[in-house]
């Protein structure tokens, strides 16, 4: 090997540890944007109240990343399974990352689905997922209204209520 | 018996089955008031807005006259273990009527009382029982601040906000 030839190897070496060390890949930390608490009660608080406006009473729950409970709400003269039916819808939405009757539709002809039988995953409409672009940060869930379609739509008017935010 | 004293007689049995019929005690329907979400929001933006003006961030939970969750709300800057602390510690003061500071003191020298062994009670101050008068129709519950003292000032601070509708 010429002198010049291992000079370039060797800053070829120097450049590539350099930026080893600068941006080690492997041991990043990972960058997120998460849904606050004050965010999550102002979505459930519009969607109850849009429903209401509706003459619908329902519950409705906000999950966060990791289908954590951010808030659960109780609306006023609701089912008992309201509560627990909103929640199920979210965390569909958060894991499809579409709205949960997105996901229904889709498994439909296929009762042998498997996420079907993963624990808290419903085929039923009145979930939307939270994004930012096209990060699932969450998931609004909506229960109680006579039909999904009309859940959903709470849970839409819940999101449009922080849309600005979400970025 | 005279003929008077059989009509009096009659005129009683008749009156007796009149009242019985108007007010037949064992099959009344009861008549309670409870909690709304629009109060249980109050209480519990009141009592994390209380704990975050002292530098503290705190879950809480306000259950219904049942146990049941009306809201749940998780503070995104507080412990892990907040926000089913939260909730356990309100289920303690709606289901023993005090706050669960008391029901702390009153099991302090007694580890095997057996209501430590009931599901959702725990022994730690920083709930305290929802009341109409004597009656109790629910519970809030706190948990993030260092120390259940603190916690149960900010729930005071919550329940103190809606007490003139307590009634």
Not at chain 1, 137 to 148: E, L, N
Not at chain 2, 26 to 41: C, P, V, W
Not at chain 2, 88 to 116: C, D, H, I, M, Q
Not at chain 2, 136 to 156: F, H, L, W, Y
Request: net charge positive; hydrophobic share 45%.
């Amino acid at each position: 090997m010429s002198k010049t030839a291992l000079r370039a190897a060797g800053i070829s070496l120097a450049v590539a540890f350099a930026c080893s060390l600068a941006g080690a890949a492997n041991a990043q930390l990972v960058a997120r944007k998460d849904i606050s608490s004050a965010m999550a009660l102002t979505i459930a608080e519009t969607a109850i109240a849009t429903c209401k406006a509706n003459g619908y009473n329902v519950s409705a729950n906000v999950l966060g990343r990791n289908g954590e409970v951010i808030v659960a709400m109780r609306g006023d003269n609701t089912g008992p399974h309201t509560l627990e039916n909103s929640m199920k819808k979210a965390y569909t939405a958060r894991a499809q990352r579409r709205p949960s009757g997105d996901f229904g539709d889709s498994i439909k002809d296929n009762f042998t689905a498997g996420a079907l039988h993963l624990t808290n995953i419903v085929p039923t409409r009145g979930a939307l997922p939270i994004k930012v672009g096209e990060d699932t940060i969450g998931a609004i869930g909506v229960s109680g209204a006579p039909g999904g379609e009309k859940d959903e739509a709470c849970a839409k008017a819940g999101l449009d209520k922080v849309a600005d935010e979400l970025k | 018996m005279s003929k008077t004293a059989l009509r009096i007689a009659g005129v009683s049995v008749a009156s007796a089955l009149a009242a019985g019929l108007a007010g037949s005690a064992n099959a009344q329907l009861l008549t309670h008031k409870d909690i709304s979400l629009a109060m249980a929001t109050t209480i519990a933006r009141a009592t994390i807005d209380a704990c975050k003006a002292q530098g503290y961030n705190v879950s809480v939970h306000v259950l219904g006259r049942e146990g049941q969750v009306v809201l749940a709300v998780r503070n995104e800057n507080a412990g892990l273990a907040t926000f089913e602390n939260s909730m356990k510690k309100a289920y303690t003061a709606r289901t023993f009527s005090r706050s669960s500071g008391e029901f702390a003191a009153g099991v302090k020298g007694n580890p095997n009382a057996g209501a430590l062994f009931l599901t959702n009670i725990t022994p730690a101050q920083g709930a305290l029982p929802i009341k109409i008068g004597n009656e109790t129709i629910g519970a809030v519950g706190v948990s993030g601040a260092p120390g259940g003292e603190k916690d149960e000032a900010c729930a005071k601070a919550g329940i103190d906000k809606v007490v003139a509708d307590l009634k």
